[in-house]
């Protein structure tokens, strides 16, 4: 199309809008849109954003933003960024959200600076000391991996990556834990008891001990056995903490497995004749029992 025409059609559409002929403006935008002019991909891809003259779809809007700005439309930019930010046509991805919300910033864009402004304000972006690789963490555990879910606990828990926080750590260790993650379940009943990023409570940490250990957690089950021992969120019963040292003895090493061997016995010497027969057997009969969960990952020991 000449250039003269063309910006005659343009400004048709542009009338046409105004007025709100939104099947007029889309008829005389999408041609020159379809012939590579930016600024025509952006106003197409807005009307399929918004539905005006055409049914509401923003995968499409996404397809035209996505042509406009790799041709520098600072408008297609941010309205790219925008739907990446919420998962609107396209997967929620904070990575590709900063990423157009920074071209359209870099070219002046004041609505592309405070949207940046706004991801880094929630959590959403690094800090200064931050990474790529906590930012794709975080765009995966927010669309549900548990995996990355329990990674991301663990960088808020250490710093790394990210500012050390307490509570985000057990806010994502307890999503990753809900899922069936196990060492996200003894991380989290591991704060329970100690009172880290949440109120002490013992019972809470008992419940995720437990499916920890019943998954095969040695130091769940550890520190599972010195709740029976102590009556810290349950009932003293040293018959299962009994079961629950010599189960983790078996698994530990090291130091850590002479602890389990030494707590196990300590405990065996209360024991009536009954009652070590009891938790004998019950040593003797128990089995990991796995939920279902994604990868396996591994598990921190503090």
Request: glycine share 10%.
């Amino acid at each position: 199309m000449a250039a003269a025409p063309a910006a005659a059609a343009f400004e048709d559409g542009r009338r046409a809008y105004d007025r709100a002929d939104y099947p007029t403006a889309y008829r005389e935008w999408r041609p020159l849109a379809e012939g590579g002019d930016a600024a025509a991909q952006f106003l197409v891809g807005f009307m399929h954003e918004r539905g005006q003259g055409v049914p509401a779809d923003p995968a499409e809007a996404v397809a035209w933003y996505r042509r406009a700005a790799l041709q520098g439309d600072v408008h297609a930019q941010f309205r790219l960024g925008f739907l990446y930010a919420y998962g609107r046509g396209v997967d929620r991805d904070d990575l590709q959200a900063a990423d157009w919300y920074g071209r359209a910033a870099a070219r002046g864009n004041r609505a592309a600076q405070a949207a940046l402004d706004e991801l880094r304000a929630e959590g959403r972006l690094p800090t200064p000391g931050g990474s790529r690789d906590t930012l794709l963490l975080r765009s995966a555990a927010d669309r549900g991996g548990a995996t990355a879910q329990y990674q991301l606990g663990v960088r808020y828990a250490t710093g790394e990556g990210v500012a050390q926080d307490g509570e985000q750590a057990v806010y994502w260790y307890r999503l990753a834990a809900e899922q069936g993650i196990a060492p996200a379940q003894y991380q989290l009943g591991l704060r329970y008891a100690n009172g880290d990023g949440v109120t002490r409570d013992y019972a809470e940490a008992v419940k995720w001990y437990r499916r920890a250990a019943e998954q095969g957690v040695a130091f769940a089950q550890f520190n599972l056995g010195v709740r029976y021992v102590n009556g810290q969120g349950v009932a003293r019963d040293p018959v299962q903490a009994y079961q629950w040292f010599s189960v983790a003895a078996r698994s530990l090493l090291g130091k850590e497995a002479d602890t389990a061997r030494q707590a196990r016995d300590s405990v065996k010497a209360q024991l009536s004749p009954e009652q070590l027969a009891r938790g004998e057997e019950l040593v003797r009969s128990w089995r990991a029992k796995p939920e279902a969960t994604s990868a396996p990952v591994a598990t921190p020991r503090r």
